[in-house]
């Protein structure tokens, strides 16, 4: 017969969508957090069918993905999204190019997951982006750059609240993190290792 641990005896007392909401991210032994990052895949992406190829490159890069999501966006939408834009010449234009078409957004997950998502998408203006880069590879035109990626971790989390509903958030697949990440229990682990300040 099985037998509950006390923490799956605690999960079974609690709601699903307050389960789900209130999922811990990975946390390493040293106490690194996984971020989350927002990720638009413009309507570009979608009609150019570079979706699966885009997200293939975050997933490549050791993201996960907790929630995915192909929708319409509305004027009201792309506005809040770019709202720190609203004084801009080009703010109409960018959010007009929001609306053009089906996007899809998606809300990543991993070790400094804002700042390695914004490294693949690269600048603005693909002719600035390195190869390698998904604008640098994929992109011609700055506004026609396929991406969208948070800034920063507040960005980030102001954005997941506009693109996604808290119970769209799944638990990131966690098979493969002891690869991944420093946690505690994996098989190569350094987490009794005195005085580990980090590659710096
Ligand atoms: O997307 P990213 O964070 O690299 O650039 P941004 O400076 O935050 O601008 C947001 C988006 O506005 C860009 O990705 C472009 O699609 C668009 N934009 C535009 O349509 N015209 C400009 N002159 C500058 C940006
Ligand atoms: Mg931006």
């Known amino acids: 017969m099985l037998t509950l641990t006390a923490s799956a005896r605690f999960l079974r007392t609690i709601k699903p969508q307050r389960f789900l909401a209130s999922l811990p991210h990975v ?16 309507p570009d992406a979608v009609e150019r069918r570079l979706v699966g190829r885009i997200l293939s490159r975050f997933e490549d890069r050791g993201l996960a993905i907790v929630a995915l999501r192909q929708r319409m966006c509305d004027r009201a939408l792309a506005e809040a999204h770019y709202h720190e834009h609203r004084d801009k010449h080009f703010f ?3 959010c007009a190019f929001l609306c ?10 991993g070790r400094g997951a804002v700042a390695a ?3 693949l998408v690269g600048p603005t203006d693909p002719k600035d982006a390195p190869p390698g880069t998904i604008r640098g590879d994929l992109a011609t035109h700055w506004r026609r750059n396929l991406v969208h990626a948070s800034a920063s971790a507040e960005d980030a989390e102001r954005e997941i609240g506009l693109w996604f509903e808290s119970t769209d958030l799944c638990p990131p697949p966690s098979a493969l993190d002891p690869w991944l990440y420093e946690v505690p229990g994996a098989r190569i682990g350094f987490d009794d290792d005195d005085g580990d300040e980090g590659i710096s």
């Not at 990052?37 to 413009?42: A, R, V």
């Open 117 to 119: 998502a914004r490294g």
């Open 92 to 94: 109409g234009r960018a």
């Open 27 to 42: 946390v390493e032994h040293d106490g690194t957090r996984a971020e989350r990052s927002l990720i638009l895949l413009k």
């Open 100 to 109: 053009a078409g089906p996007l899809v957004s998606a809300c990543l997950e």
